[in-house]
């Protein structure tokens, strides 16, 4: 069996003196989709901006701990953050393309920027590939030139995911990319989640539980900070270990 992509050890995390991750430890198994589901303020997204290191562009935070991946600590002072962030690529609540680029330029910047490609040739089938996964392919094919600007909801964050996809990602960080989007755009990003994990694995931040049993092998729930429990979803969900995940999964906290 492939080992864990990433392990999580007593990671603790402050914002000025206010301690939001207390003491976190799991492990994200390789080519699964990974759910951290929890009420408003329990510290999921603070804890998934810490996976990659994005949370080092928030002054105010600090981190304790340790986040191995692929067993490198990211928090090594070795280790380069912008390294980090390009191989565990994010996706975020509001979708995000640059809405005056093309459909295709908002796809090509990071592979241009990071000199991924030779030529041209290269460019464009790196486009295609993203936007294939990502699902949008067959809608832009004939307009890879308009601006993002003119796709839906449920388009742009397709976008969104098929840019970081570009960038050839070894995990994918998502914080609750589906909040913003109605029913049937929800439903599309869920079954490319499925389908993306077996070259991808995948953390995703919910607050929805039927958005976690959905689509993830292994469901995480933190509460005020604390990580009360970790296992297979279908575990979780039919035999939860704790009063508390059982009160949350039927709504009563
Ligand atoms: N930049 C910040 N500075 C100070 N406190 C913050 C900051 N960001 C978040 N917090 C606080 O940290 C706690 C955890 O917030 P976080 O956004 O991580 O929770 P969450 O579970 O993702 O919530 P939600 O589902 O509402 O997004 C909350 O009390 C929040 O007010």
Same mark, same amino acid.
């Given at each position: 069996?492939?080992? @864990?992509?990433?392990?999580?050890?007593?990671?603790?995390? %402050?914002?000025?003196?206010?301690?939001?991750?207390?003491?976190?430890?799991?492990?994200? @198994?390789?080519?699964?989709?990974?759910?951290?589901?929890?009420?408003?303020? =329990?510290?999921?997204?603070?804890?998934?901006?810490?996976?990659?290191?994005?949370?080092?562009?928030?002054?105010?935070?600090?981190?304790?701990?340790?986040?191995?991946?692929?067993?490198?600590?990211?928090?090594?002072?070795?280790?380069?953050?912008? %390294?980090?962030?390009?191989?565990?690529?994010?996706?975020?609540? *509001? @979708?995000?393309?640059?809405? *005056?680029? =093309?459909?295709?330029?908002?796809?090509?910047?990071?592979?241009?920027?990071?000199?991924?490609?030779?030529?041209?040739?290269?460019?464009?089938?790196?486009?295609?590939?993203? +936007?294939?996964?990502?699902?949008? %392919?067959?809608?832009?094919?004939?307009?890879?030139?308009?601006?993002?600007?003119?796709?839906?909801?449920?388009?742009?964050?397709?976008?969104?995911?098929?840019?970081?996809?570009?960038?050839?990602?070894?995990? +994918?960080?998502?914080?609750?990319? #589906?909040?913003?989007?109605?029913?049937?755009? #929800?439903?599309?990003?869920?079954?490319?989640?499925?389908?993306?994990?077996?070259?991808?694995?995948?953390?995703?931040? #919910? *607050?929805?539980?039927?958005?976690?049993?959905?689509? =993830?092998?292994?469901?995480?729930?933190?509460?005020?900070?604390?990580?009360?429990?970790?296992?297979?979803?279908?575990?979780?969900?039919?035999?939860?270990?704790?009063?508390? #995940?059982?009160?949350?999964?039927?709504?009563?906290?």
């Amino acid at each position: 069996m492939a080992g @864990p992509v990433l392990r999580v050890e007593n990671l603790n995390i %402050w914002y000025s003196e206010k301690h939001v991750v207390k003491n976190v430890s799991f492990e994200v @198994p390789d080519r699964s989709v990974f759910a951290l589901m929890g009420p408003s303020g =329990s510290g999921k997204s603070t804890l998934l901006r810490a996976l990659n290191r994005i949370i080092d562009l928030y002054e105010e935070a600090r981190v304790e701990g340790h986040v191995y991946f692929d067993g490198i600590d990211i928090y090594a002072p070795d280790v380069d953050p912008t %390294w980090v962030r390009r191989r565990i690529g994010m996706v975020f609540q *509001h @979708p995000n393309p640059f809405p *005056h680029l =093309s459909i295709y330029d908002n796809v090509a910047i990071g592979p241009r920027l990071n000199r991924m490609v030779k030529n041209k040739k290269e460019l464009d089938e790196l486009v295609r590939w993203a +936007l294939e996964k990502a699902f949008l %392919w067959d809608e832009v094919k004939d307009r890879l030139h308009v601006p993002a600007a003119k796709l839906s909801g449920g388009q742009k964050q397709r976008l969104s995911i098929a840019r970081a996809l570009a960038l050839k990602p070894r995990l +994918l960080l998502m914080d609750e990319p #589906t909040a913003n989007l109605d029913p049937v755009a #929800t439903e599309k990003i869920e079954e490319l989640v499925i389908s993306l994990k077996k070259e991808i694995p995948i953390i995703i931040v #919910t *607050h929805n539980p039927q958005q976690a049993a959905r689509i =993830s092998d292994y469901t995480a729930f933190l509460y005020m900070g604390e990580l009360v429990e970790v296992g297979p979803t279908s575990r979780v969900f039919t035999e939860p270990r704790s009063k508390l #995940t059982e009160r949350y999964l039927l709504r009563q906290i």
